[in-house]
């Protein structure tokens, strides 16, 4: 019984790497289309286009972490060594680390779009 929860843990994981893979191919594929896009098609505000294309690929990737994390997890579970346990303990701390830099530069750039959406109220509002 327990070679049969190993080997079953064994095909979640590879099912939860398999969907991060896919995540990140879709992923790529849309920016690459909106980056081609923008390049036939720039916008008045190019450098907040590609910004906005580049967190938005950044979050997907996120997302994408979140389900290898998921999988290295449930190989740990499985029959965990300390090395095993290390292991799991370095990659954690990295994908927690990205996902803490990668969601201040999200807020930096909400904070940036809120701060250009009030500038263009006001100037509309003067005289």
Request: cysteine-free; charged content about 20%.
């Amino acid at each position: 019984m327990p070679e049969l929860v190993k080997v079953w843990t064994e095909y979640v994981a590879l099912g939860v790497e398999l969907t991060a893979a896919i995540i990140i191919g879709a992923a790529a594929l849309v920016g690459a289309v909106r980056a081609l896009l923008a390049f036939v098609q720039p916008s008045a505000a190019p450098d907040v286009q590609k910004e906005s294309l580049r967190l938005d690929l950044a979050r997907w990737l996120a997302v994408a972490l979140e389900f290898t994390l998921a999988a290295d997890i449930l190989r740990t579970a499985i029959a965990p060594s300390w090395d095993d346990i290390g292991k799991l303990a370095a990659i954690a701390t990295l994908r927690t680390l990205l996902n803490y830099f990668l969601q201040r530069e999200i807020d930096g750039h909400r904070a940036r779009q809120a701060g250009a959406a009030d500038d263009g109220s006001q100037s509309v509002s003067r005289p």
